[in-house]
């Protein structure tokens, strides 16, 4: 698409210069106009270490705070595309939900819609020229410095100074441009002129994939006659429409709920434009008493039209933000959610990668999925099911009644469950960037262990899985009774690791039981080596049998150990404010051995 539009736009460009020096003025404003926009979001993107993806997940908890939110951050990025981007990215990687993202979708429309009150009210009455070369100065000087913040203040002031400049260079290049070619010439009235030009707003926003440039021409040209002022209102319907094609194209790597946000964009703005065109004179009726009302001269069409603009976007807001809900119920069903095989990963979207904290809560949503699938493989290498954990007080009896042999492949689920979401997650993490704040980049270590503590939890269960099989099939029921305790201290001990999980998302302090499962797991390997010496010293099983559940009570507590530290990251970890508390509350190892001395005396 990008290339088509690439090779049409060319030869009309060339066509353009050929014929007049001041649409060479205008094409290069539109150029510096752009390129401030990008230099404004490379900027704003130095902020997103953490700190703005904190402040979203703060300020978007209702609707109307993730209104405020998408109209503030809109205002001052002067991008809604931007805003778009980010949001997608924090949907895919579930940060946020749908209600909120459509939230902020409204709340950017409006934001937007500050540009054209600055282009209008400011740039277009006082030589803004003047202020764009002291920003230029300063922004680039801040460019060259090594600090990131730095860098990134250096990056707004750049991309302020140039959008100064280009609209300085549009206005100064139509006031003159009436001598080679008058647009007014080509005015359109009545419907077809409302509908012409409203695509002609569509096309060129998609062109150039900002809305606010395509404003700029517009109210630049309706400020010196270039167009008519009806034609200017459809130019700005059709760059409110034509904007939504930036959040489709960031939608197109996001995962399903990244493509419903961008069909919501679609779908709000297109219904606002409409709804603006079929009542197109009583908008401009409204323009004329708020302008009267506001001292604004009836002949000020750039004013009026930053009027117009502000006023049927807080209409399409009006008409269509209570029923939110109902828009996710429609796309919902419009964009379903394919099922995705168990073996690919869910969470890892490049749509993420621009944003710390997204790619860090993408790898450990991911990681959670790797664990489910762990404790997928483990539990059916016990002939069980997740949902025999819900049986509390029967988990020893399932175990004990399950005497058939079972011959469960260890390898073919780990080769479909595991191998590749475990592959695309180290991927994702090693593709990330890592000129993060050191919390990131911490927790994406942390997320990595955790990954490989449950491969290790895997591996483990493989070895111990031969003998005990093989136990089943004994006659000596001694031995079978003793491995079906294996059995069932890793089942137990994966129960508590959920209802641990259950704890966190109840947001109550679980470091208790944090401390009490890694103190369970030694003690417990203590009283089953003891009770094993037993055995063989009363000779109720053989040396070698003996032997043989030392080890595999060896893997049982590397099991143990290794879903323990995986979950305590998953779980734990997640939180920060959870991660500095535990840090300095949990017990450490020798605090661990002194409790299991504790029970063990008792």
Not at 13 to 35: D, M, P, Q, R, T
Not at 211 to 235: C, E, G, K, P
Request: proline content about 2%; hydrophobic content about 45%.
């Amino acid at each position: 698409m990008h290339k088509a539009l690439l090779l049409i736009v060319i030869p009309l460009l060339s066509y353009g210069f050929w014929l007049s020096e001041e649409f060479k003025g205008i094409a290069a404003g539109v150029s510096i106009f752009l390129f401030g926009m990008l230099s404004l979001e490379q900027g704003f993107k130095a902020f997103t270490g953490g700190v703005l993806e904190r402040i979203l997940q703060k300020t978007t908890n209702t609707t109307w705070k993730s209104f405020g939110f998408g109209f503030l951050s809109a205002s001052l990025m002067q991008s809604s595309s931007l805003v778009s981007i980010i949001t997608i990215s924090f949907l895919s990687a579930g940060l946020l939900d749908l209600v909120t993202g459509i939230g902020i979708v409204f709340g950017s429309n409006l934001g937007t819609t500050t540009g054209a009150w600055l282009i209008a009210g400011l740039g277009l009455k006082i030589n803004i020229a003047a202020y764009a070369m002291p920003m230029l100065v300063f922004g680039v000087l801040c460019v060259f410095q090594n600090g990131k913040q730095i860098k990134g203040i250096g990056y707004i002031l750049t991309g302020l100074g140039f959008l100064l400049l280009g609209i300085h260079y549009m206005k100064e290049s139509f006031e003159h441009f009436e001598s080679t070619i008058n647009l007014a010439g080509y005015a359109m009235p009545g419907v077809q002129g409302l509908l012409i030009y409203t695509l002609l707003g569509i096309i060129a926003t998609i062109i150039m994939q900002s809305s606010h440039a395509t404003m700029l021409l517009t109210i630049t040209a309706v400020s010196v006659h270039q167009i008519t002022y009806d034609n200017a209102l459809a130019l700005t319907i059709g760059a409110n429409v034509g904007t939504t094609v930036t959040a489709i194209i960031a939608a197109l790597g996001a995962n399903i709920q990244g493509k419903r946000l961008a069909g919501s964009h679609l779908l709000i703005n297109l219904s606002t434009g409409i709804f603006a065109l079929i009542f197109i004179k009583q908008f401009g009726i409204a323009v004329d008493i708020i302008s009267a009302n506001l001292g604004i001269a009836s002949s000020d069409h750039a004013m009026k039209l930053a009027i117009f603009h502000s006023l049927f976007n807080l209409a399409g807001i009006i008409l269509f933000f209570p029923f939110i809900n109902q828009q996710v119920n429609l796309l919902e069903k419009i964009f379903i959610e394919k099922r995705p095989a168990i073996f690919k990963p869910i969470y890892l979207d490049p749509s993420a990668m621009d944003f710390p904290e997204t790619v860090v809560e993408s790898v450990r949503l991911e990681s959670i999925h790797l664990y489910e699938n762990a404790i997928h493989i483990i539990l059916h290498t016990f002939g069980l099911h997740q949902r025999d954990l819900q049986q509390n007080d029967s988990l020893k009896q399932l175990i004990d009644q399950n005497a058939q042999p079972i011959e469960y492949d260890i390898d073919a689920s780990y080769e479909k469950r595991i191998k590749g979401i475990y592959s695309a997650i180290i991927a994702f993490i090693s593709q990330a960037g890592f000129t993060w704040e050191m919390t990131q980049s911490s927790r994406l270590s942390w997320l990595r262990e955790a990954n490989k503590h449950l491969v290790e939890a895997i591996k483990d269960t493989k070895h111990l899985q031969k003998n005990w099989v093989r136990a089943r099939s004994s006659t000596n029921q001694i031995r079978i009774d003793e491995y079906n305790k294996i059995a069932y201290q890793i089942v137990l001990h994966i129960q508590k690791i959920e209802t641990f999980r259950h704890e966190i998302e109840g947001n109550e302090l679980p470091l208790l039981s944090l401390d009490t499962l890694k103190a369970s797991i030694k003690n417990d390997d203590m009283q089953m080596n003891r009770a094993i010496e037993t055995l063989i010293r009363e000779r109720k099983i053989s040396p070698e049998t003996g032997s043989s559940l030392i080890n595999d009570s060896a893997y049982m507590r590397s099991i143990k150990k290794n879903l323990l530290k995986a979950a305590e990251t998953l779980f734990l970890h997640g939180n920060i404010g959870y991660a500095d508390v535990e840090h300095q509350l949990s017990l450490n190892e020798t605090e661990i051995n002194d409790v299991v001395h504790t029970m063990d005396t008792q």
